[in-house]
């Protein structure tokens, strides 16, 4: 059986090495909050685990969280890319109890660039990459909510 390559061959298979749990979180931009309470909560059953009017809400599937993010307009005729108007539009994965600190640096030996890093609300750390198209993707530690 012959293997397909989706990736150029300067990347290093991190797949034996990096370990995640699951994907924990997906950040989405909305033009109304009402209308994605309205989708999220009232049709498709997803419990409303936080909103804060005029920013965001937070919906949960099992241990999985969307957070639905409240698009502000660009300003008219402005140059700035999708990813810089909508910055918040990404996904979450959460490292294996205790890798955060070999994911950072497997992914940082393969050449990958650190886009960011910080510390979330929980005091858990996160940092920031960017896939091949731009799309953000951050990486947390283990339990990041205290779930």
């Given amino acids: 059986m012959r293997q397909i390559h989706l990736l150029p061959r300067i990347f290093v298979p991190l797949y034996t ?14 033009k109304n909050l009402r209308k994605a309470i309205s989708f ?14 005029g920013k965001h809400a937070v919906f949960v599937a099992g241990s999985t969280m969307l957070v639905c993010h409240l698009v502000v307009a660009a300003e008219e005729g402005s140059e700035q890319s999708w990813q810089l108007q909508y910055p918040n539009q990404h996904i979450v994965l959460e490292s294996r109890d205790g890798e955060y600190d070999a994911n950072r640096e497997a992914l940082v030996d393969s050449g990958v660039t650190l886009v960011d890093e910080g510390v979330r609300e929980s005091g858990r750390r996160m940092f920031f990459v960017h896939d091949p198209d731009g799309n953000l993707i951050e990486i947390t530690e283990y339990n990041v909510w205290g779930d």
């Fill in 17 to 30: 090495m990096l370990q995640f749990t699951k994907l924990k979180e997906s950040h989405l931009t909305v």
């Fill in 40 to 53: 999220y909560q009232d049709l498709l059953g997803l419990r409303t685990q936080s909103y804060v009017k």
